[in-house]
């Protein structure tokens, strides 16, 4: 056999068994117990991706107690993607979205720290939540389905240093927020979070344009558009807005876990009674700090919503995971928007 088609079938087979995508053992749901197993990173530590793995951002996130995070998707066969208006993009079986937990300013002898990577696989069954624990050396992370809390100091960008028991969830804490009609679901992805420009090897492109090449959507594409909810340029109505959309509406959304509070905060939700205007809550006891309304246009010492966002009471905070610190930013857009209702 001549030397080059030699060398080809090396490459062929490093592709397949070195690289580890293995794409019936993603449909399959199969777990492996290590995440450089996957071969989602051709650097793992310094979380550079394979490269049929793309680095995707959104517009606004989740707020997650300060950390950074890298997202990657892995998409079998390029297939293409189901889109509808508001919702998150329909992914192929196969598809991985991948996201690295860290703080970037630890105080302990790294610089940055990692702390789990988070894996949601479109399996043959449905959605599948599984996370990763990054080990002390840096080097790889390890399976972990009971989850793991991890006592830690990071610096916010102001200096100020902060200590936290950051707590990475278990397995079925993923579905708490995961989860539309009872079903596993993807949160981010959708195209009005996805409007915005990411460097790729290539150079820097819209990202919506760069998946639309790949021939994974099309190019003309209606939504509306959130905003970065930092950005002190747009109005606090998109900032608020976008806000509470990304951090509170995977749950009070129509057919969310929070649906018979009535309370539903989607960016698309034009009807003031079920934002909150006036809204008597349903039930929450200790938690509605006697204050009568969800939220008081103009008074947002007065708001409900406001004084959760504000508690770090486990039984009272809203959300009521996924966090130990308060948003201080979240809370300051958030009440600016209430008060100037």
């Known amino acids: 056999m001549p030397f080059y088609k030699l060398v080809s079938l090396f ?74 208006s508001d919702k998150v993009f329909q992914f192929p079986v196969g598809t991985t979205l991948i996201k690295t937990f860290s703080y970037q300013n630890a105080s302990s002898s790294l610089e940055k720290q990692l702390l789990e990577t988070r894996l949601l696989i479109h399996t043959n069954d449905g959605w599948e939540a599984v996370g990763y624990i990054w080990n002390d050396d840096q080097t790889d992370a390890k399976l972990s389905l009971v989850g793991k809390t991890i006592q830690t100091q990071f610096s916010k960008d102001s200096g100020e240093l902060i200590s936290i028991r950051y707590r990475a969830p278990n397995k079925n804490q993923c579905k708490e927020c995961h989860q539309l009609n009872g079903v596993m679901t993807p949160i981010g992805p959708k195209a009005r979070n996805m409007d915005l420009m990411v460097q790729y090897n290539s150079g820097k492109m819209n ?21 970065n909810y930092f950005d002190n340029s747009q109005n606090m109505e998109a900032r608020a807005r976008s806000y509470l959309d990304i951090n509170c509406a995977h749950c009070h959304i129509r057919g969310g876990s929070a649906d018979t509070t009535g309370l539903y905060l989607t960016l698309e939700e034009e009807n003031t009674k079920h934002l909150g ?10 938690g509605s700090f006697n204050l009568r309304y969800s939220i008081v246009p103009g008074k947002s010492e007065e708001s409900i919503l406001l004084a959760r966002m504000h508690s770090l009471d486990p039984g009272i905070m809203m959300p009521e995971s ?18 100037s209702l």
């Open 277 to 286: 205007f006036y809204k008597k809550p349903v039930a929450t006891g200790k």
């Open 207 to 227: 990202q919506l344009e760069k998946w639309a090449q790949l021939g994974w959507i099309d190019t003309d594409l209606v939504f509306n558009k959130m905003v």
């Open 11 to 84: 490459l062929l087979f490093c592709s397949t068994s070195i690289l580890g995508l293995d794409d019936d053992a993603l449909r399959q749901g199969k777990f492996l117990q290590n995440l450089s197993e996957y071969g989602f990173f051709k650097d793992l530590k310094n979380q550079v991706p394979a490269q049929n793995v793309l680095p995707y951002q959104l517009s606004s996130q989740l707020f997650s107690d300060y950390t950074d995070k890298q997202r990657f998707i892995y998409v079998p066969n390029n297939s293409k993607f189901t889109f509808e």
């Open 322 to 339: 996924g966090r130990a610190l308060r948003d201080e930013e979240g809370l300051e857009i958030v009440s600016a928007w209430i008060d």
